[in-house]
């Protein structure tokens, strides 16, 4: 409805070159999803050659996920008030820039630094290019755009477990941070020459709610951080509890601040409609669903089933493959059956096959669970991405999408947090199957409620 103001190319409402910017802008997102699982299986070999504790083993990670989901509201405002443009591009650079100083890392500081910029460029580029992709289609393309978003960013952890084993089984741990600068290079050059202007919204250009977005940026840390540690000191310690409360108590001033911002940095009233509110469900409980399942595969696969990492990655292909049909499908079904129709039946199909593994851990039904269940949870993320971002203002797609992605940074520490609590006796050698039969369980479980759930929020299809 609001595209046809909005779009570049005034004869047919529609930017011609928008599926080579899709294609772009898509191996982008598909490089910052990577970047979380493809470090994964390179972890044992980095901790040997810098000889780095277990806490920076874990950081490894920990910071470049906290660093992009505590930013990346930042980073959808800035694409709204400066245009999603120039915020794309430096988005590109900062992540470039990162990789490099990761993958030349000798140290455990400088690693965890090159880390953090990474983290702070994917902030960026995330919400913005999601914000580009919105504002270029329309209608079922529209659908259809989300569709491939959805199975190039869900398939992009269970590829980088893949490309993690394959990356650390040959040329090094180095190469899953340098392998990003060619293809940032390329998406850089390629975008310079597709990308319209899609210049922010006219009229005076209010200020960055630079506080704001410190409180939302350390809160969310905070909450990513106590649920990263709980796994690892119980969920009763002092420090987790410590955290949360610091989270809660941040979130607090937030939501003050925003009430007391001439210029917010976000409307809150947007979490409020129920499409997005809706769409913000779906994407936490599909990304806690995915994340969970990589990491208890990743760990079960090589500690209990004793395979290396070449085997572990490439017993994620099915699981890649899968996930990126669904999503692909889903694009396809969604404008047919609607959003309502399709959540539910996402969550379901991942709740059956998430429960194969909890009955039988083995490697094959491990593999073909999870591959069962992978197809349901990319049908999730198209639903999160319609349902969230299929009836907002041009204005608004910028601060909408960096919200739907906070969340699904914020799926992925609930789900990593939670199995690896559940399942923390199977983590350690020789601790047997039964943590992660419970954990596979627990997923299930988890996926069964979020269907009723979702059969009640997600909004019906609208009468045409």
Do not use: C
Not at 45 to 73: C, I, N, P
Not at 94 to 103: C, E, K, N, Y
Not at 355 to 374: D, E, M, N
Request: no cysteine.
């Amino acid at each position: 409805m609001t595209t046809s103001k909005t779009t570049p190319d005034a004869s047919e409402g529609l930017h011609p070159k928008r599926w080579l910017a899709l294609a772009l802008l898509g191996t982008a997102q598909f490089m910052l999803i990577l970047d979380v699982t493809v470090v994964a299986i390179a972890l044992p070999q980095m901790g040997v050659d810098l000889a780095l504790s277990r806490e920076a083993v874990t950081w490894v990670v920990a910071a470049y996920t906290l660093t992009f989901g505590g930013l990346m509201l930042l980073g959808g405002r800035s694409a709204d008030l400066f245009g999603s443009k120039p915020i794309v591009f430096a988005g590109l650079v900062v992540f470039t820039a990162g990789s490099l100083a990761a993958g030349l890392a000798a140290n455990a500081e400088f690693l965890l630094g090159g880390r953090i910029v990474q983290g702070i460029g994917a902030a960026m580029l995330s919400p913005a290019a999601l914000s580009v992709v919105v504002r270029l289609f329309a209608g079922d393309e529209r659908n259809r755009a989300l569709g491939i978003w959805s199975a190039l960013g869900g398939g992009g952890a269970a590829v980088g477990v893949l490309l993690g084993g394959l990356i650390t089984a040959g040329p090094g741990w180095p190469w899953v941070f340098y392998v990003n600068i060619p293809v940032g290079l390329i998406v850089i050059f390629g975008l310079v020459r597709v990308l319209p202007s899609l210049p922010p919204a006219p009229g005076p250009r209010p200020a960055l709610d630079v506080l704001g977005a410190v409180l939302v940026t350390a809160a969310t840390g905070s909450a990513i951080y106590s649920l990263t540690v709980a796994a690892e000191i119980g969920w009763t310690n002092p420090q987790t509890l410590i955290a949360a409360g610091a989270a809660a108590a941040l979130y607090l001033l937030f939501y003050w601040r925003q009430q007391a911002a001439s210029s917010p940095l976000m409307n809150l009233g947007l979490l409020g409609r129920r499409p997005v509110g809706a769409g913000v469900f779906v994407i936490l409980i599909a990304t806690a669903l995915m994340v969970a399942v990589f990491f208890l595969g990743t760990f079960y696969f090589q500690q209990s089933a004793g395979h290396g990492p070449l085997v572990t990655g490439l017993l994620f292909l099915p699981i890649a493959v899968a996930t990126m049909t669904g999503a692909n499908l889903g694009g396809r079904l969604i404008g047919r059956w609607g959003a309502r129709i399709l959540g539910t039946a996402g969550m379901l199909i991942a709740a059956v096959g998430l429960l194969v593994p909890a009955l039988w851990v083995t490697t094959a039904a491990t593999t073909i669970g999870v591959s069962f269940g992978a197809f349901g949870i990319g049908a999730l993320f198209v639903v999160a991405s319609a349902t969230a971002l299929g009836q907002i203002d041009p204005e608004e797609a910028g601060i909408a999408s960096g919200l739907l992605s906070t969340f699904h940074e914020f799926g992925a520490s609930i789900g990593v947090a939670t199995v690896s609590s559940i399942a923390a006796l199977s983590l350690v050698a020789g601790g047997g199957d039964t943590g992660f039969q419970h954990a596979f369980l627990f997923a299930a479980v988890a996926a069964s409620l979020a269907a009723v759930i979702s059969a009640f929020v997600i909004p019906p299809r609208p009468s045409m």
